[in-house]
T-cell receptor, first 116, second 110 residues
Framework: EAGVVQSPRYKIIEKKQPVAFWCNPI?????LYWYLQNLGQGPELLIR????????DSQLPKDRFSAERLKGVDSTLKIQPAELGDSAVYLC??????????????FGEGSRLTVL | RKEVEQDPGPFNVPEGATVAFNCTYS??????FFWYRQDCRKEPKLLMS???SGNEDGRFTAQLNRASQYISLLIRDSKLSDSATYLC???????????FGPGTRLSVLP
């Protein structure tokens, strides 16, 4: 079974440029998460989707970040314009509804963003 | 104050040592508890769930104290391959919002 797929793996951009990350979750997983992870820190939730509905986007900086999950499968996270402080790893994770055992978040390898 | 806090680390221990990690959480309504492992420049992966009665998986033992809002992970007979960052994770009521601690890095030395 294919895991969570993210692209690109690495992205280097100049500040004020836009950037987009793509995530394809495990087939059949209804819940999709975007996390941000800074060096030496744990992942921090940006947004959670249940199917195509964003059920928790309270931590998403909506002035520059946006996300979508069309048709409840793939998802895209966009930053426009990027700032120096956005340099981090953006992790996508998925889990089936009613996951058993609870807590098995399946992560992609992440997209590492460097803003110059 | 972060919702989930962990020992700052890093922990540098010799092979064969026993090491314990501590974690505290501030939301008394937290529902489920886990330890995830993250290798350098890799994604986090579930190590084990933590149950109120305590649970063991081989060399790993996890404990939960709901009254003290405290979680622990004990690793016995450390191996070089145990070197990683260990992330304490709790969920909010409803079980779908996962909150990660900052992690504790472990280096097992030969």
């Amino acid at each position: 079974e294919a895991g969570v797929v993210q692209s690109p793996r690495y992205k280097i951009i100049e500040k004020k440029q836009p950037v987009a990350f793509w995530c394809n979750p495990i087939s059949g997983h209804n819940t999709l998460y975007w996390y941000l992870q800074n060096l030496g820190q744990g992942p921090e939730l940006l947004i959670r989707y249940e199917n195509e509905e964003a059920v928790d986007d309270s931590q998403l900086p909506k002035d520059r970040f946006s996300a979508e999950r069309l048709k409840g499968v793939d998802s895209t996270l966009k930053i426009q314009p990027a700032e120096l402080g956005d340099s981090a790893v953006y992790l996508c994770a998925s889990s089936p509804a009613g996951a058993v055992p609870a807590g098995e978040l399946f992560f992609g390898e992440g997209s590492r963003l460097t803003v110059l | 104050r972060k919702e989930v806090e962990q020992d700052p680390g890093p922990f540098n221990v010799p092979e064969g040592a026993t090491v314990a990690f501590n974690c505290t959480y501030s939301n008394s309504a937290s529902q489920s508890f886990f330890w995830y492992r993250q290798d350098c420049r890799k994604e986090p992966k579930l190590l084990m769930s933590v149950y109120s009665s305590g649970n063991e998986d081989g060399r790993f033992t996890a404990q939960l104290n709901r009254a003290s809002q405290y979680i622990s992970l004990l690793i016995r007979d450390s191996k070089l391959s145990d070197s990683a960052t260990y992330l304490c994770v709790v969920t909010h009521p409803g079980g779908q919002n996962f909150v990660f601690g900052p992690g504790t890095r472990l280096s097992v030395l030969p």
